[in-house]
């Protein structure tokens, strides 16, 4: 039994599929399906059901896969141990990142993280906040970047910034005039929101203090600040934005940002992974990165943090 054979194993169950699993561990199709007929013939019991399609994992394969992953997150732990020692930072490392933090957060620290760490291969990907939650407990992801807290007890929070909501008021909007928002000010049918499985949904739920009601007049099934602010501006409502997202839009369209009365509500940005993460030498280069430059761009101090987590009705 090798660590090879022990992660062909773990892809093939992923995928229940062989060739799949072996485009993701770069290993020929043949050879991936050889390995594993041999570690089954070593063992002498079928972890996987071929007779299936897509195959299926037997009763003593699924607790073989399972100790497979303790293995093989262990045996990361030693390279891991080894290279913090020499002070290498390095290897495969796969980031999920939540998609209202993504499409600002990617652009301002990538270039430099990359020029700092070469040796790095980051991998990111755009995933929900459960998403990331479920792929860090699977040891499927090294790290996320979302708003916390989120109450796992098995995931460790490392705040990077807390970013503050800021109003878009168009003209003719009943709040265009005032000079700050208040949390009493807004009414959650006047609000254009994300769709659910957002969590910056959730904040704005939660700073209203208030579910949506079930007669609204249509509904949308977008991820998009850009879509919610141009049905602003045709007079559908108001709409509430993260704070660097507001560095993005045109001058034309500033004139109707509003902040809130402080403290402001605000979100907690945080790098977040499995308590037994490995890979705590890119962690903290990661963390480092982000956090030198995001405070040159965030200076609030006098905010509230807004819980992301979803109202229970």
Known sequence: MTIIQLKYLLSVAKHR????????????????SMQIRNLEEELGVKIFDRSKNPLTITPIGQKIIEQ??????ESGKITELVQ?????????????????VSTTLVPIFLKDFIKKYPQVKLHIKEMTTQQ??????ENQLDAGIAATPLEEP?????????????GFIPEGHRLYGKEKLHDSDLLVDDILLLE?????????????????????????DTGSFDLLVKLSKEGMGMTLLPYLHTLDLCEADKKYLKNFEKPEPAREISLIYNADNYKKGIVNALHKTITGIIRGLIAFFDVRIISPLPQTK
Request: proline share 7%; net charge negative.
């Open 68 to 73: 497979a992953k303790k293995i093989i997150l």
């Open 132 to 137: 990331i939650i479920d792929a860090l407990l």
């Open 196 to 220: 659910e499985g957002h969590c910056f949904r959730d904040n704005i739920l939660n700073v209203c203090k208030s579910n949506l009601p079930d007669d609204q007049p249509y509904y949308l």
């Open 17 to 32: 599929n062989f060739t799949k699993a072996a485009q993701e561990v770069h290993a020929t199709q043949p050879t991936l």
């Open 84 to 100: 913090h020692e020499k002070g290498y930072i390095g290897g495969d490392f796969t980031l999920g990142i939540i998609p209202t």
């Open 154 to 166: 098995k995931i460790t929070e490392k705040p990077l910034y807390n970013e503050p909501f800021i």
